[in-house]
Nanobody
Framework: DVQLVESGGGLVQPGESLRLSCVASGFTFSSIDMMWVRQAPGKGFDFEWVGSISSSGGTTNYPDSVKGRFTISRDNAKNTLYLQMNSLKTEDSAVYFC???????????????WGPGTQVTVSS
């Protein structure tokens, strides 16, 4: 079975950093483009695409809201996806999901494979 399991979330203060990890199993991770998505509090199924990375790790893309602050990387030998988040803001508070990439910023929870998510709270 396909499994994606995120970890690394927590409570941090504005300006601090956090690194999320996502361990994948049940599919050929090294062949699949991946993405990070977040769901802010009270947003229901309104997910915000946070960025994507190609299967080789050679190409990444980010929305303007996180560009320059967030970095996606992957270790295909460890079947692990990462999200390094720097200069965190209160508006970055959300549940963060790793998922197989959908090739669009308008992501749908009904498509692809998703992990259960990890909570990130940025608060002073």
């Amino acid at each position: 079975d396909v499994q994606l399991v995120e970890s690394g979330g927590g409570l941090v203060q504005p300006g601090e950093s956090l690194r999320l990890s996502c361990v994948a199993s049940g599919f050929t991770f090294s062949s699949i483009d991946m993405m990070w998505v977040r769901q802010a509090p009270g947003k229901g199924f309104d997910f915000e695409w946070v960025g994507s990375i190609s299967s080789s790790g050679g190409t990444t893309n980010y929305p303007d809201s996180v560009k320059g602050r967030f970095t996606i990387s992957r270790d295909n030998a460890k079947n692990t996806l990462y999200l390094q988040m720097n200069s965190l803001k209160t508006e970055d508070s959300a549940v963060y999901f790793c998922a197989t990439d959908q090739g669009t910023a308008s992501v749908s929870y009904d498509s692809g494979y998703w992990g259960p998510g990890t909570q990130v709270t940025v608060s002073s």
